[in-house]
């Protein structure tokens, strides 16, 4: 079994597909909420098959923030217009294979977004620096 | 006076004395449970002259009772069948029988291991989830996936050996390369115990011997195998002093008496590979020639195998010359995992410092571990630091 992080973007990554171009405040809220049902539903696949590990959704706006030495206050940058990728939330699955992994990935990736049409968004997939074989 | 591990070892031989006089799976595993519960309480710390036959009796009759209740609530008009005839408790092979039901090849190795843990070496669901960090609904329906894909089949002959030696050597691999919390169920003590049974109700099985001295053989290094601050220390650079003598004594013993069946696989080969390391009193005195020959055996036997072929280069490089275990390693596919890390390890070792470094920076960015990464970067940095 090895861990992947699914990692779900607002922005950035390649260029989206048609159906994952229209900004969600373009959708029904009817659009949204069916959205929201289908990652649920996902979870819930993933729990049933012995597969689920975490998942989280992330406010859209944060700052960076940086140490600004001895005695001083943080340091922070942003939030930051439009140029820079925004992570949107994350899944963590621990599961048999890569393909797996993958085929999880395309499956959240289906969900439905405007005119109820699947998103075919890109999900980054992200294997977890696991241990290290015992056999030298 | 008698301890749980009494209990803990009896329990998958009462399991599989159940299941084997035709109990299903699932079903099985409450009325043990009940008898241990009895156990605890009624043998007041003393266990009877007998305490399998005991518990055996008590789950059975719990068994009976439960599938009695059950199938009068379901079938009430149905007359109750004729029990099966109880077969002799005391069964050797019953260990067998569970581990290779649980070792299924139906199921995938990771249900496998679960399931195995849960039924034969008795942790809870919450110890499980915790050694593979996932939550406990998650295992809890990871093993009852698996109880039911085994549902409705009938093991009545154990299944095959090697499925189960496959599961082990699995369990203890994320039991001994994983990071364990403090009162963390030890995966890799808990794979050689239920070795060590499967080893005696096969005795004849010389790679059910061979994988069990492969267990022992690098559990005697674990110690050895991480620093103070919790880092990994490579075999070379091991201290040698802190590797348990006794238990490299015992998986020599136990491979010889493999090796002298005469049918050789590729447990009992690694484990005379690593019984070599183990008998080096430092790394300079490894007798690599002899490690080569055994790494000729296991290619021969997995002629298509690449991290076999990977680890030859790397015995090759010690014998004829890191020049020609380079030559190996750059035939095999780039995208071999530690590719570029035994590259690294030979260029070095041939002068071609500048390169090692680039090989070692290359291999960071592939490693699957974060203490092999921080291994691989340290080695960069020590090389480029030395030009």
């Known amino acids: ?61 944060g700052e960076f923030v940086r140490y600004g030495g001895e005695g001083a206050a943080p340091v922070t940058d942003g939030p930051f217009a439009e140029t820079k990728d925004v992570i949107a939330g994350w899944m963590i699955i621990d599961v048999d294979s890569k393909e797996r992994a993958h085929e999880a990935a395309a499956r959240l990736s289906s969900a439905p977004g405007k005119d109820g049409r699947p998103l075919h968004e890109w999900i980054e997939v992200r294997p977890f620096l696991s241990h290290a074989p015992v056999v030298e | 006076m008698f301890d749980d591990h009494l209990l803990r070892d009896l329990t998958p031989q009462v399991l599989g004395v159940l299941v084997r006089r035709g109990a299903d799976f ?35 009759r719990r068994f009976l009772d439960a599938r009695r209740s059950a199938s009068a609530r379901a079938l009430r008009e149905v007359a109750v069948r004729r029990e099966r005839s109880p077969g002799p408790a005391g069964q050797a092979d019953d260990t067998l029988l569970l581990l290779s039901r649980c070792c299924h090849p139906s199921l995938t190795p990771a249900s496998a291991v679960a399931l195995t843990l849960r039924a034969v070496g008795g942790l809870t669901t919450a110890q499980i989830a915790r050694a593979f960090l996932v939550p406990e ?27 189960v030696l496959r599961v082990l050597y699995l369990m203890f691999d994320q039991g001994f390369a994983g990071e364990r919390r403090p009162g963390d169920a030890d995966l890799a003590a808990e794979a050689i115990r239920l070795g060590r049974q499967l080893v005696a109700s096969v005795p004849g099985d010389p790679e059910a011997a061979g994988l069990l001295a492969l267990m022992l053989l690098h559990h005697a290094r674990r110690e050895a195998r991480t620093d103070a601050a919790g880092e990994l220390v ?76 990977l680890n030859r280069a790397v015995a090759v ?71």
């Not at chain 2, 605890?40 to 518990?55: F, M, S």
């Open chain 1, 1 to 61: 079994m090895a861990k992947y992080l699914l990692l779900k973007h607002y922005r950035g990554g390649p260029v989206q597909h048609p159906n994952a171009v229209a900004p969600m405040d373009d959708w029904t809220p009817e659009e949204i909420s069916e959205h929201i049902a289908f990652m649920g539903a996902v979870a819930d696949e993933l729990r049933e098959r012995g597969e689920f590990v975490d998942a989280q959704a992330l406010a859209f706006e």
């Open chain 2, 26 to 60: 699932a079903a099985a595993e409450h009325p043990v449970q009940d008898a241990l519960v009895e156990a605890v309480r009624r043998w007041d710390g003393d266990a009877p002259d007998d305490p399998k036959g005991w518990l055996v009796t008590v789950a059975w």
């Open chain 2, 137 to 163: 609904s998650t295992m809890a329906q990871r093993i009852s996936r698996a109880k039911r894909t085994l549902a409705g089949e009938r093991f009545e002959r154990p299944g095959d050996v090697r499925a």
């Open chain 2, 234 to 309: 490579p075999l070379a650079l091991q201290d040698r002093s802190r590797w348990d003598t006794a238990m490299i004594a015992e998986g020599v013993a136990v491979l010889q008496g493999a090796l002298v069946r005469d049918r050789l696989g590729e447990y009992q080969i690694q484990a005379a590979i690593a019984a070599l390391h183990d008998d080096a009193a430092c790394a300079a005195e490894t007798d690599w020639p002899q490690i080569l020959e055994w790494y000729d055996e296991l290619a021969a036997i997995s002629p298509d195998h690449p991290v076999v072929a």
């Open chain 2, 317 to 387: 490089g010690h014998v004829d010359g890191p020049l020609a275990g380079l030559r190996l390693v750059e035939a095999l596919d780039p995208t071999l995992p530690r590719r570029d890390a035994v590259a690294a390890y030979l260029h070095e070792r041939a002068g071609n410092t500048a390169e090692a470094a680039r090989r070692y920076t290359a291999a960071s960015k592939t490693a699957a571990s974060a203490a092999e990464l921080r291994h691989l970067l340290r080695q960069a940095a020590r090389l480029n630091r030395a030009r």
